[in-house]
């Protein structure tokens, strides 16, 4: 998606997500860890129906999501859970 809005000169690959989708600009956490290599995005949410996490980590070239089809605390705990799971396999 994002290249294709690259190529039509909707966005640039500089382009700050705070600038395309400004509903979501305060809700992105900024955060420094061991992990990411630096500084790290994240973001996590809910429908009611459904819940997402998200990391971005630019310094290891490497972005995780996990989502799922319920939400509430087990949910969220369930996809911190396969993030972990997923660094831990991939970055290691």
Do not use: Y
């Amino acid at each position: 998606m994002t290249a294709m809005l690259v190529e039509q000169g909707k966005l640039r690959w500089d382009t700050k997500i705070g600038e395309v989708f400004r509903e979501l600009r305060e809700t992105w956490i900024l955060r420094g860890s061991q992990w990411p290599g630096g500084k790290a995005l994240t973001h996590n949410g809910t429908n009611t129906m459904f819940f997402a996490t998200i990391w971005m980590a630019p310094a290891r070239d490497a972005v995780f999501v996990a989502a799922t089809n319920c939400a509430g605390k087990a949910a969220q705990e369930a996809t911190d859970a396969a993030i972990s799971a997923m660094i831990a396999k991939v970055l290691k």
